[in-house]
């Protein structure tokens, strides 16, 4: 049995990890009126600098069905026996459905082929599907069955949340998250949110009056939902100050550091911003 990861490069893996059996597809981004391909053309760094100056918000293009098509076709070809497809959530992007598609494609026009090919929604964003991408691709090193592994990435998005704060709200209303009457409200008394994702949905659980109470409120609405998660990651945007402090204040509180700290893509920081920074941990 040969196994073979495929994902998207929304799951923000960071470039430097090593990885035996998973394929990052990239996504394309339109910015200032240029095409430019995640994870290729640009460094985070340079994209959040770019991001902070567009006069409009960038747009992303799906990865479509032909694309995917090709892929399980070189894999067949290969000699892969199971392809498992993990997808960012398949209520914010039609990545989803393409894949659903090209499997169904692939099927069609291969009658004889034997290769299995599963479509996993992870329901959430970034690292939230990212990092057990990561735990899963040692999982294959280690001899774990194709099943196995589906088990594990379906209990695991069962149970992701991420935590996200920002210190500012103007990409909120640049792509449509909150009005414009909303966000000249909320900067002009200092507010800033602290949202939840989970299961494909958000949520504003707290509005921190002002910058230096929201990496507390973030480490507080963790700790709440999940007073020991075991293990967490920690994600961030261009403030290296923030990153640095939400570390340490995560570390003080759970007495053990993230196991894994990463740079937010462009799926999160077109939305949010490029001064976000957030944790992926497992809700109870």
Partial sequence: MSIKIITDSACDIPMSAELNNVEIMNFHININGRDCEERKDYTMEE???????????PTTAHITMIDFYEKYCDLASAGITDVIH?????TA????????????????????????????????????????????DKMIDDGAAASEIIEYLENRFEKTEILLG???LKFMKKSGRISAAAAFAGELMGLRP?????????????????????????VAKMRERNSNPQEYVVGYTADIDARDELV??????MGYPPVLVCHLGSAVSINAGPHSIGMMYLGK
Avoid: W
């Fill in 194 to 218: 602290v949202i939840l994702m989970k299961h494909g949905k958000t949520e504003v659980l707290l509005k921190a009056r002002g910058d230096k109470l929201l990496i507390p409120g973030l």
């Fill in 248 to 253: 340490a204040a995560c570390t003080e509180a």
């Fill in 93 to 136: 992007s039609a990545t989803h459905d393409a894949a659903v598609m090209a499997r169904q494609m692939f099927y069609d026009e291969n009658p004889n082929s034997h290769m299995n090919i599963t479509v996993v929604d992870s329901r959430c964003y970034s690292v939230g599907y990212g990092y057990p991408v990561m735990c899963a």
């Fill in 166 to 168: 920002t210190y500012s």
């Fill in 86 to 90: 993990v997808t960012i959530n398949k």
């Fill in 47 to 57: 994209f959040y600098a770019e991001l902070d100056s567009c006069e409009k918000i």
